[in-house]
Each structure stands twice: as C-alpha cells, then as structure tokens.
C-alpha cells in the first residue's frame, strides 16, 4: 500500500513538472518568438525608444496616432518632407498606431510612452472615423494589459474602462501571464498558417460586419457618451500637450454611390473644442478616388502619398501656428 502511495505521489509532481514546464516553455516562446514575429506588437515595444527620439529632433516634432487607418494611411516621413518643402521649416514626424485600436487604447498609450519627461512631442495627430472617440467601444484586453497600461493607471482602469469582475479578472491575468493575453493573436497566426489568404478574408469580413452595423445605425437615438474623451483631453492639458483630432476620409463602394459620409456627433465637437484642441475634417479628400483604397477605410499604395500630402498642406496652418507658440 506503501508504495502504490510512493508510486502515485511520484506520478503526480512528474504531471506537474511537466505541465509546468508546458507553460513556462510557453510563455517564453511567446515573449520571444511571438511577440517578435506579430507585425502589430513588435511596434510596441519600440515605442519607448520612438518617442524619445522624436521629442529630441528639432524644430516642430510631430506624433501620430491612430489604428489601421492611420498605419496605412499616413507616410509619416513623406508628410515631414512637404511640410519643409512648403516653408514650415523643421518637421519631425513619426506613427504611433495600434491595429483596430480607439480611444479607450490612445488614452493610455500617450500615458505610457509619451508622457513622461523627454517623450513629449510639440503635438499630436489623432486621426479618426465615426465613433472611435465614443465610450464603450470593445477592447482587446489581453493586448490592452501587456502594452498599454502601467501598474499606476490600475485604479483609473478599474474605475472607468473594465467594471465587471470577468474583465478585471481576465485584465490581471494578462498582466502577468503573456501566453494568455497573445492566445487571441496565437489564434490568428495558427489560422494563417493553415488557411490561404486568410488575413484577406478576414479583412473582407470585418468590413461586411461594418457595413451591416453602419446600417443598423440608421434610425436609431442610442446615446453615444464622450467621458472618456474628456479626460483624455484633460491627461493632455496636464502635460501640456497639443493634440489635432482628424477626421479620417472614408469611402463607399460604386453600388452604393452617392458618397455620403460618416456623421460627426456634436457632443464629441463640443468636447474637443471646449478642451481648447484642434479638429480638422477630411472626410472628403477630393484626390482620393476608389481605386486608392484597399477597401472601404483603408488606403492603399496609391492612396497613402496622396493623402499624406494633402494632410501636410491641410495641417500647415497648424503647424506654423505651434511654431509661433512655442
């Protein structure tokens, strides 16, 4: 009996050997594989190092901010370039951007990377459509808890952005267990490697998803909340922070001509200019014709020069005005 006892208790700590094992094996190959091969997250963690860099040039430094759209949609260093060539004198620009990222992201993503001494660029560029400046809009919390929030905004999370015990929950552990808060890009990598084209169909069923919503819009009086916004623009008055909401341009498919672009909420205007920032709209770039987006939202090759340096001439008011105020 004595050793069937020995024999069971041995079995049991090589179990849990071996499962521990399992994931320590996993959250290894996780910070230093996955991490480094996910396109997204490996930006993240040269933010640090990005934004001091920028802060540190001369002349007017340049930070912009977004999701996808503004990833694929802003060649920083060609907008830079016409800033200089139309006089504004020294530009220094660079993209901060996290893919299908919104305000809830951007919030403390200028917390943690650029706010603190020797990060700070002369201004922000955020760029945005339809209710990406809203509250309640989802998180991915995983990503969220790894590379956007410190230990000292805990509090702050807590109280305004995951109420409820499984977010909370679900945001400590990807705190502090990689593998658990990457399994959703795990996912996405494993469904890459076994199905083709799958980033592309993805992609096309993501915008079908917006198109259905959009339309599901229409007719309805759900209030839309800024709170969020307003203490973002109030973290930034702290820090002394400029910032340039954009509205990005968007467009619609031929079978759904005519054009007419997404609605811009009041209250979200109000807020931003109560804040004392600035908001430019161009939701309608008059050289951005179909054949330059990728889809609905997105720019493609032929679509980011063009826009970038039509945002450069729209924005160079702004600029020399900073310039002046510095």
């Given at each position: 009996?004595?050793?069937?006892?020995?024999?069971?208790?041995?079995?049991?700590?090589?179990?849990?050997?071996?499962?521990?094992?399992?994931?320590?094996?996993?959250?290894?190959?996780?910070?230093?594989?996955?991490?480094?091969?996910?396109?997204?997250?490996?930006?993240?963690?040269?933010?640090?190092?990005?934004?001091?860099?920028?802060?540190?040039?001369?002349?007017?430094?340049?930070?912009?901010?977004?999701?996808?759209?503004?990833?694929?949609?802003?060649?920083?260093?060609?907008?830079?370039?016409?800033?200089?060539?139309?006089?504004?004198?020294?530009?220094?620009?660079?993209?901060?951007?996290?893919?299908?990222?919104?305000?809830?992201?951007?919030?403390?993503?200028?917390?943690?990377?650029?706010?603190?001494?020797?990060?700070?660029?002369?201004?922000?560029?955020?760029?945005?459509?339809?209710?990406?400046?809203?509250?309640?809009?989802?998180?991915?919390?995983?990503?969220?808890?790894?590379?956007?929030?410190?230990?000292?905004?805990?509090?702050?999370?807590?109280?305004?952005?995951?109420?409820?015990?499984?977010?909370?929950?679900?945001?400590?552990?990807?705190?502090?267990?990689?593998?658990?808060?990457?399994?959703?890009?795990?996912?996405?990598?494993?469904?890459?490697?076994?199905?083709?084209?799958?980033?592309?169909?993805?992609?096309?069923?993501?915008?079908?998803?917006?198109?259905?919503?959009?339309?599901?819009?229409?007719?309805?009086?759900?209030?839309?909340?800024?709170?969020?916004?307003?203490?973002?623009?109030?973290?930034?008055?702290?820090?002394?922070?400029?910032?340039?909401?954009?509205?990005?341009?968007?467009?619609?498919?031929?079978?759904?001509r005519p054009y007419q672009p997404y609605?811009?909420?009041?209250?979200?205007?109000?807020?931003?200019?109560?804040?004392?920032?600035?908001?430019?709209?161009?939701?309608?770039?008059?050289?951005?014709?179909?054949?330059?987006?990728?889809?609905?939202?997105?720019?493609?090759?032929?679509?980011?020069?063009?826009?970038?340096?039509?945002?450069?001439?729209?924005?160079?008011?702004?600029?020399?005005?900073?310039?002046?105020?510095?």
């Open positions: 009996m004595e050793q069937v006892v020995t024999r069971r208790r041995t079995t049991l700590w090589r179990v849990s050997f071996v499962v521990l094992a399992f994931f320590l094996g996993a959250e290894v190959l996780t910070r230093t594989v996955l991490f480094r091969i996910s396109k997204d997250i490996s930006k993240f963690q040269t933010f640090t190092q990005r934004a001091e860099a920028l802060a540190a040039q001369p002349g007017t430094s340049i930070a912009f901010v977004g999701n996808s759209l503004t990833e694929r949609g802003i060649d920083s260093q060609l907008f830079a370039e016409t800033l200089i060539d139309a006089g504004a004198g020294p530009v220094s620009a660079d993209v901060f951007s996290a893919d299908a990222s919104k305000i809830n992201v951007w919030h403390y993503l200028l917390t943690r990377y650029f706010w603190k001494p020797g990060h700070n660029p002369d201004v922000f560029v955020v760029s945005f459509y339809e209710n990406n400046l809203a509250d309640k809009n989802p998180l991915e919390i995983g990503r969220f808890a790894q590379f956007f929030v410190d230990r000292d905004d805990w509090s702050e999370v807590f109280k305004h952005d995951l109420t409820s015990s499984s977010e909370r929950f679900e945001f400590l552990l990807s705190s502090v267990w990689a593998t658990y808060a990457a399994r959703e890009r795990t996912k996405e990598r494993g469904l890459s490697l076994l199905i083709p084209h799958y980033q592309e169909l993805t992609v096309q069923a993501n915008d079908v998803l917006r198109q259905q919503a959009a339309k599901s819009k229409i007719g309805t009086d759900k209030a839309v909340s800024h709170e969020l916004l307003k203490r973002f623009i109030a973290r930034a008055r702290e820090h002394h922070s400029k910032i340039l909401f954009v509205a990005f341009p968007t467009i619609i498919p031929e079978r759904e609605e811009l909420d009041p209250e979200m205007l109000s807020v931003i200019r109560d804040g004392g920032m600035e908001f430019a709209d161009l939701r309608q770039v008059p050289e951005l014709t179909p054949e330059m987006y990728a889809d609905d939202i997105h720019l493609n090759e032929k679509g980011r020069p063009v826009y970038s340096r039509y945002l450069a001439i729209a924005l160079r008011s702004f600029i020399e005005k900073l310039s002046i105020d510095k």
